[in-house]
């Protein structure tokens, strides 16, 4: 693939860059804080990080419970993210900073390797696609070690785009990849990333003298930081050490296979990079051999195979939109005239059409008009009301302008119809954290209910048995209340049980006399039941 610069005549101007990093910084941190933990993977992982301030910062655990799913690096960053700043904000706000942490990281590695591989005019416009693809908007956003993983990857990547030309710096960066992925994803992470290193170690571009001294040093280097952790689980806590690795292991199995739902999530989450990216294979069809394709087109696979063994979910294909990515900042600036007015005007009309529509359930909700569109917003979130901000409403104003701003007045180049989509996804990103946010935390968060269960079992309950309560439930009630259950023998005695059931599950329990059904506002599927032991 050619050097972008070479094409666009002129290094990228330094008031796009900072432009550029403007948005960055803005998407990065909207919607992070200023609402509670929420179902599923955020108050997941926050429960665990919140876990290891009680002092034990070696084993994962949730509500008391080990929780040995995937190694700790996020939740060890985002604890101590909530310890240093939860003067500031409150603790769960301050712990979801360390997804801010790792994005940015992301993003800046990402327009690195970028210009190292495509030239300078791609280093803006990789993480402006970044920020601008459907499946990472979500999953950046909230507590989610697979922000750790995608790091590590881009990490890896970049070590073997660098070791044709400094083998030690190389196999440095490819070993801390591996080791940084590992700690957030666990031996999924490491067996992607040594694939595609292996795969690419038969390309004559990573055949070289300094192979093995790359080989070596990313070797010592993945080791020292993924060796650590499992032996220290293993030194002080045997029998967990056993559980951990029983799953890494089951977790290599193939748990799915290739279905229409994965091709459909690909669809959407992969937008607007996956077409972007096809165009750049077409239009470097002939030099597919050449090492910056050949590491791209690996990545991808690579990362593709992991997706499609999986079960199609969000997170596993994020790994994989990495390297299409990359593959679409060296397209983006060559679209042809047609169809870069296609997207670029398909952009601006969907993203003025949704700022439209949530200006207008905004209003509706604060101002009761118009009813229907109010009463829309009332039913599934009961006793919701609606309170103005003027720090929102001031914000949500400037990013409307903004926006009307970069319709009419960016200059026509290249890189416009990228620029314009990312700019508008952000913008109704911003209009819906500053709008609808009370609104969405009113519904998704656990904290009523929380602290109706709290209120029911009174001062000193003693031991609290449960019967299907969820992960998200059990780290709800830790964090929002301190309530902590148990289950098989421990709960023989226990005076009180928390039950998660459906509306149409029976209520009446044989020995057990039912004191409080709860659930979240407008939550038609879940009730968690308090019960109290018959005397």
Same mark, same amino acid.
């Given at each position: 693939m050619p050097d972008l610069t070479d094409r666009n005549h002129s290094p990228t101007p330094t008031l796009a860059r900072q432009g550029a990093l403007l948005l960055c910084a803005i998407w990065l941190l909207a919607g992070?804080? $200023?609402?509670?933990?929420?179902?599923?993977?955020?108050?997941?992982?926050?429960?665990?990080?919140?876990?290891?301030?009680?002092?034990?910062?070696?084993?994962?655990?949730?509500?008391?419970?080990?929780?040995?799913?995937?190694?700790?690096?996020? &939740?060890?960053?985002?604890?101590?993210?909530g310890k240093l700043l939860g003067w500031l904000l409150p603790w769960h706000d301050a712990a979801r900073l360390a997804s801010v942490l790792f994005g940015a990281a992301f993003l800046a590695i990402l327009s690195r390797m970028a210009k190292q591989l495509l030239g300078a005019s791609a280093a803006l416009a990789a993480p402006l696609l970044a920020i601008g693809t459907l499946g990472l908007l979500v999953p950046l956003h909230e507590a989610q070690p697979a922000?750790?993983?995608?790091?590590? !990857?881009?990490?890896?990547?970049?070590?073997?785009?660098?070791?044709?030309?400094?083998?030690? @710096?190389?196999?440095?960066?490819?070993?801390?990849?591996?080791?940084?992925?590992? *700690?957030?994803?666990?031996l999924d992470s490491v067996v992607m990333q040594l694939a595609t290193g292996l795969i690419l170690g038969v390309h004559p571009a990573w055949r070289t003298r300094g192979s093995l001294v790359?080989?070596?040093?990313?070797?010592?280097?993945?080791?020292?930081?993924?060796?650590?952790?499992?032996?220290?689980?293993?030194?002080?806590? =045997?029998?967990?050490f056993d559980v951990w690795w029983n799953a890494e292991k089951a977790s290599l199995a193939l748990r799915g296979g290739f279905s229409?739902?994965?091709?459909?999530?690909?669809?959407?989450?992969?937008? =607007?990079?996956?077409?972007?990216?096809?165009?750049?294979?077409?239009?470097? @069809?002939?030099?597919? !051999?050449?090492?910056?394709?050949?590491l791209l087109l690996v990545a991808t696979a690579t990362a593709l195979f992991a997706f499609f063994a999986d079960d199609p979910k969000p997170t596993a294909l994020m790994p994989a939109l990495v390297p299409i990515t990359l593959l679409a900042a060296a397209a983006a600036g060559r679209l042809r005239r047609g169809a870069a007015n296609a997207f670029d005007w398909f952009g601006m009309m969907t993203f003025? *059409?949704?700022?439209?529509?949530?200006?207008?359930?905004?209003?509706?909700?604060?101002?009761?008009?118009?009813?229907?569109?109010?009463?829309?917003?009332?039913?599934?979130?009961?006793?919701?009301?609606?309170?103005?901000?003027?720090?929102?409403?001031?914000?949500?104003?400037?990013?409307?302008? $903004?926006w009307i701003a970069v319709m009419l007045r960016t200059p026509r180049s290249p890189w416009r119809a990228a620029a314009r989509w990312s700019v508008g996804l952000t913008t109704i990103w911003v209009l819906l954290v500053t709008l609808w946010l009370p609104w969405i935390d009113y519904g998704k968060s656990y904290r009523s209910v929380s602290a109706d269960v709290r209120h029911a079992l009174g001062a000193h309950p003693g031991c609290i048995a449960?019967?299907?309560?969820?992960?998200?439930?059990?780290?709800?009630?830790?964090?929002?209340?301190?309530?902590?259950?148990?289950?098989?023998?421990?709960?023989?005695?226990?005076? &009180?049980?928390i039950v998660q059931a459906t509306p149409r599950t029976e209520r009446d329990s044989p020995g057990w006399t039912l004191i409080l059904?709860?659930?979240?506002?407008?939550?038609?599927?879940?009730?968690? @039941?308090?019960?109290?032991?018959?005397?």
């Open positions: 992070v804080v $200023g609402h509670d933990p929420w179902k599923v993977d955020d108050v997941l992982h926050l429960g665990v990080a919140f876990g290891m301030t009680g002092g034990d910062w070696l084993v994962p655990r949730i509500a008391g419970d080990p929780w040995l799913v995937s190694p700790p690096l996020y &939740h060890w960053t985002a604890a101590l993210c922000i750790v993983a995608i790091t590590g !990857f881009i990490i890896s990547l970049w070590g073997m785009s660098t070791w044709r030309q400094k083998p030690a @710096r190389g196999g440095l960066l490819f070993g801390a990849g591996i080791g940084i992925g590992f *700690l957030g994803a666990g790359a080989w070596l040093t990313a070797a010592s280097v993945a080791l020292l930081i993924m060796l650590p952790w499992p032996f220290l689980l293993w030194q002080q806590a =045997p029998s967990l229409r739902n994965h091709l459909e999530l690909l669809a959407w989450a992969a937008w =607007p990079v996956l077409p972007l990216a096809l165009w750049s294979l077409w239009l470097e @069809r002939r030099n597919l !051999f050449k090492p910056q394709a050949v003025t *059409l949704i700022a439209a529509l949530i200006w207008l359930g905004g209003i509706a909700m604060l101002t009761g008009e118009p009813a229907r569109v109010a009463k829309n917003f009332s039913k599934p979130a009961p006793g919701f009301v609606a309170e103005a901000s003027t720090v929102a409403i001031v914000l949500a104003i400037a990013a409307t302008v $903004g449960r019967r299907g309560l969820g992960l998200a439930q059990r780290a709800s009630l830790d964090y929002f209340s301190g309530i902590r259950t148990v289950s098989g023998q421990r709960a023989k005695d226990c005076r &009180h049980m059904e709860t659930s979240r506002p407008g939550d038609k599927s879940e009730r968690l @039941r308090l019960y109290r032991r018959a005397e």
